[in-house]
């Protein structure tokens, strides 16, 4: 009995370096968040958790969030207001209300995705899985009829469609990566 207590008591110490290892401090979100858009945006960008808790106030109107908790991509973002309507559309499961063209910046790349499916979470023969991320500016058109006829095929070489026929549709701009 007496050796079991040290035992467990060495195992938790050993096990406690990963577990600080894995939590992120504030300063680490933010320079996560702030890594995904041009240095002009995201110097004066408000940074904000995934839960919302603010980490910087900004002054320009752009909301930079670092990699989402509980993926092992790469997504942090930075947006514009009507991307900010969007991205709380798209987490609740609701319809987006946004009556103005959008900006958001991935410069980063981002997680592997469906190109059809919001909610995807892997490969399916239908749901044309795209399984590495591309650093992006993504544009929303609050007429989607605008967008008909754009191109929807990632692998074209330019700007698409991704998400077409689901309320979450935007433009995809493929951009260089961002050093």
Known sequence: MRRTVPLLLCTALLALPATLAAQTTNAEKIASAVSSAPASVAHYATVVDWDQTMLREGTNGWTCLPDMP???????????????????????????????????????????????DPYASGPAPDNEWMPEGVPHLMILVPNTEALKGLPTDPKQGGPWVMWRDTPYVHIMVPMPKKN
Do not use: E, I, R, V
Not at 79 to 107: E, H, I, R, T, V
């Open 70 to 116: 509980d993926t092992s991509g790469n997504d942090p973002m930075c947006l514009d207001a009507p991307w900010m309507d969007w991205a709380d559309a798209w987490m609740n499961k609701k319809q987006p209300s946004y009556s103005q063209m959008g900006f958001g910046y991935m410069l980063t790349g981002d997680s592997p995705a469906s190109n059809t």
